[in-house]
Every structure is written in structure tokens, then in C-alpha cells.
């Protein structure tokens, strides 16, 4: 990737050390920790593991790896859910609160850890009754209610894998995941509150199993109490009848390190979704490691919220694993940024006094669109740490979130990481990292990374290409349900001996990470390869820009032309001048050659429904070329309607 735009990124001067208060209280001071991680990675995360996790057996080897099949810390024994709950309370802090629930308006509930031990072994019971047996797969689709997390981890107990279905999927993709996993039980609702409306689960459920045939039985929470709920004679039981009943007493199973602990689908952008594998004793403790560290966690005062949904991994990680084995009080919220009104967010901040705010930069830019009112509306000054995952944060919206949000004094942490890898593996340690706005900083302890050229051979500092992971970690996916050669396909044979990530990046002269999105999105105009994240900063950074996303559309004189898609801060009129100014406002950040050729004011952009932003059907729109596979967007008309304004709007041709 020859690099036009590198001394752009290069201009970002901003720096950000934590604040001498947070420093001083940090868990990590300095970065010893690298030091003693590079020097035996595997005796490193050794130690993790048996600081942060029980083990009813230790482990005898602490890595087997046969590129690219890794096993760690073989021969030991251990159990996720005993991890998460039991020892919490056997340490005497059952009384402590795991889940702060607030549910959609006027529903909330407090769920400590004696209360969750209750429920999950209550749980595991009744899935026990209805024939789940370890090594069985259960699928779990339901919305953001305390009862999720309790259904993971009442199938962690038993050592059956769960397989959780975003709850905002369509009966097809249920349909599909439950037969790619062979479910043998399905774990559903009545319905999922969504903004005020209710969204029939168990109706698209029972769609999805009139062509299921591995499942069994069916387990029915009800949380939205609509009047008809059809029930299936002998394969469809309500939660209230048959959890309620159980004892609440189940003893734990212990689990090889490396047993199945779940299965999470991902979509990608073509084929068919690949059901990532994660196993116990890696997974959790790389969870547990980077939830600690990351997030800089004091049990005893702390209040995490992860705003993510637990159907994602971010929620896995983040909501459920990492949170609960380090004994955190966290945040779940049911609903949404903008319902019932824009401040639910900070409201929510406020009533439970949270400290440590982890969300995505889909919704720091919404923010940033709406206007600082609805923040400075509420009290934050609880927060002590802001976290960032699932883009590339753009540096405006990076500052934004920091002053806006964190009130100038919380460090920010911008984490990458992907489903596939299970936990964070680039991102600052709050209380030692020097941030700067844009980038997720440096590979944690223990992880190895690089940045190659198309033939494999590093590039050196400062440069950029592809991302590349060189050495095995805990949390590696453990490969591909029932696909053995796709994971080597996808993630291991375009460069050899190490896992592409898919994504591009650059280190700056000072060797900090930048990530420049997925190498498929890179646009190659007039021989430059040009990153949308650049361009998308760039216009970003304009005063009137809450949002932008660019792709290539083929041009005549240079291969590809820039074609950016804006949202406009509240406020602004899209008007010619606009243009105009925007065009050349990215020129002056970047060069003449990223000026876009085309800029459409839109209201929205087509994203997925863990919100990120999809420029292939961007791509199609420029291109003026059917639309491709919708079916993962989170709101399909969005993308009609662009396509609708674009082709009523002409092409801005000239240079
Ligand atoms: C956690 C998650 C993975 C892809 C990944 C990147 C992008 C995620 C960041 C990021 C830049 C970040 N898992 N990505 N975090 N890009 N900076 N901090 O999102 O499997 O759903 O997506 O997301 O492209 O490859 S995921």
C-alpha cells in the first residue's frame, strides 16, 4: 500500500497522558509489563491465568501450537460460570451487585452475585431437564435482559456451548446458525422490548423451527407479556414454570481448558456467516486480563457499562465474561441511545454513578450529531474512564468524547480487537499509554503484531500495510465450526505463519498503531491507495461534519474517484458552498488526490446492525449498480433512500 495520505494521520500532534490523578490510582503505572510479557510471552500469560482464574486442575503445558491450531494451558480444568459466580460469592461478596439492569422505562432490577448463583444454577437445572448434556449446543436469542447472561452461563455450567443469535436478526439467520451448530435447544422470549415496541421473538422463532431439525426443546422467557404466545405441546416450555421450579443448587462441571466454551456467528461481507469458536481456559483469561487492565477495575468501586449487546462479542467479553470473573458491578441496558429521549445515555450515567463507559463510535458520532445539550444536561462527573470499540474512532469525534463526555479529565482508550480474537488485543493502558486521538496506540502485553507489505515483509517505522498478528494468544478463535480449511483459508495463507486481521494500519514515527478499516474498503486512485478512514477523518474533522463515509467509484481518469456520503452536525445547512468547502478542506488535511469528487449529504448511513458503517452498498450506490445482499443492515431503507437522493443529485464531474 504505497501511502499518499500517511503524513496525514502523521499531522495528528494532539497528545494525551492520563492525568496525574488517574496515574497515581492506576493499577498499571509504567510499562514494565511489556517488557516482562516480551520477554516470555508464555510464562506472562501463565501467570494471568492463575492470578485472575480458579483451576480445579492446573495445567501441565502451557501452549501446543501447530500453526495455525493453538492450544493453551493444556490438562487444565476449570469452569467459566464457577469462575464468574460461585467464588465471588464463597468469597464472601455475595451481597455485592453483578447486573445494574435498566430495562426499557420504568424496569429496572439490581442482581447480586448470590442472587445470579440462584439463577444460573436454577437454569442450568431446567436445561438439564430438558436433555441439554455437555458438549450440546444451545441457542440463545433474546434481548438485553438479566436472564441472557444467566442463560450463557447456566450453559457454561453444564459445558454445553452456547450460540447466541443477535435478537434483531430474522428467522432465516436464526434458522441458519441453529443448523450450522446443530442446537439442540432453543432459549427464546415472548418478545424484546425495542423503543417502546415489542418485537416478536418467539413468532420469528417458531418460523425459524419449522426447518430446525436438531432442536429439541424450546425454553420461553417472558418479559413483554403479549396476550397470544403459541406454545408447542411437549417442545416449548415458559422460563417461569420450568426454571422457577428447579433447585437452585448445580454443580459446576469442570471443563478442559480447552473445551467448547460458545459459538458466535459473524457475517462478514460475503459467504456464508462463520461460527467463530472460543474455548474456556484461554478465552476467560485473556477476558479477565484485558478487563482488568483496560478498564483499570476496582471491584469495590467501579461501575462498568458496556453499551454493546451481548448477541456481539463485544457483550460476550465485555458484558458478561471479563466483567463477572473480575467481580465487577456493571451496567446492562435494555433499549437504546434515543428512546425515550436523547439524554437516556447520560441519565443512565448519572443514576448509577458509572465510572467506566465502553461504547462504539457509531454512537459517539450520533452524539456529536445531536449537539452537546442532552449531555450537559446531567451530572458525569462519576466517570473516570472512556472506552471505544468496533471502528476506527475518528480523531474528532476521539476529542469530542474526551471533553464532551469525560469532562477533559478521563483517559480514553480506543480498544482493537475482533470477534475472532476474542479479547483486546491494541489499545492504551490507561494509566501509563500517552494517547493520541485516532489511535488505538500499541498490542497489548503479550500480543504480537505487525504491519507487512503485499509480500509479507514487514514494513518499517513509520509505515503502513496490513495488520498482522505473529503470535498465537489465550483467546484465539480455536477455528471455524465444522470449516477446518476456511480458517486457514480466511485468517493464515495470505501471509504465511501469520493471522491476517483483514484490516489495514500504519505506525507513525513514534510506532503508533493507526487503523485504517478493512483492506477491502481501500480505494486506489490515480495509483495511490487511499484509506477511507483518512478521508472519512478528514471530513470529520470539519466544524459542520458529525459523520462521513467514502468509497471508490470508478473514474475514467483515475481508476477510482473518492465519492463521500456526510451527515452534517445539527445545525447546518448541506448546501453547494458546502461542498465546495468540504472538498477542499480535504485536500488541504490530506492532498489534492483524496478530494472527493462526489459529496451527498445524507441522513443516515447504511450500517450493520452492531453499527457499523457498510460502504460496499455505498460502493453499489457510487457505482450505480444494484444493490448487493442487504439482509445484515440494521435498517435496509437507508440505503434506499441514499440511492434514491444520488440519483437524483448529478455527479459533481469536474477535477
Ligand atoms: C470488537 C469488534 C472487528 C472489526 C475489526 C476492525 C473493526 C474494531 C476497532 C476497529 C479500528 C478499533 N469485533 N474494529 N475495533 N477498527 N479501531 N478500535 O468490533 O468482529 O465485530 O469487528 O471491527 O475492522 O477487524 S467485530
Redesign the pocket.
Known sequence: MADVTLEALLQEGRTFPPSEDFARGALLRDGRLYDVAAGDPEAFWATQAGELLDWSEPWHTVLEWELPFAKWFLGGRLNASYNCVDRHVAAGHGAQVALLWEGEPGDARQITYAQLLDDVSRCANALKALGVRKGDRVAIYLGMVPELPVAMLACARLGAAHSVVFGGFTSDSLRDRINDAECKVLITGDGAWRRGNIVPLKEIADAAMTETPSIERCLVLRRTAQADVAMQDGRDFWWHDLVDAQAPECPPEPMDAEDLLFILY?SGTTGKPKGIMHTTGGYLTQVAFTHKYVFDLKPETDVFWCTADCG???GH?YIVYGPLANRATSVMYEGTPDYPDKERFWSIVEKYKVTTLYT??TAIRTFMKWGTQYSDAHDLSSLRLLG??????NPEAWVWYWKNIGGGNCPVV????????GA?M??PLPGTTVAKPGS?TFPLPGIGSDIVNDEGVPVPIPGGGYLVLTQPWPSMLRGIWGDPDRYRDTYWSRFEGRYF???GAKRDDEGYFW?L??VDDIMLVAGHNIST?EVESALVSHPAVAEAAVVGRTDAMTGQAVSAFVILRSGNEPTDALVTELRDHVAHHIGPIAKPKTILFAEDLPKTR?G?IMRRLLRNVAEDETLGDTTTLADPSVVEGIKARYLSTSPDDEG
Open positions: 459473524t456481539w462479542v463485544t467479553s462504539a463510535p471505544s470499540v468496533g471502528e476506527p474512532i480506543d480498544t482493537w480487537w475482533q470477534t475472532e480474537t483486546i491494541i489499545s488505538a486481521a483483514g484490516d487503523l478499516g478493512r478512514t452492531s457499523k
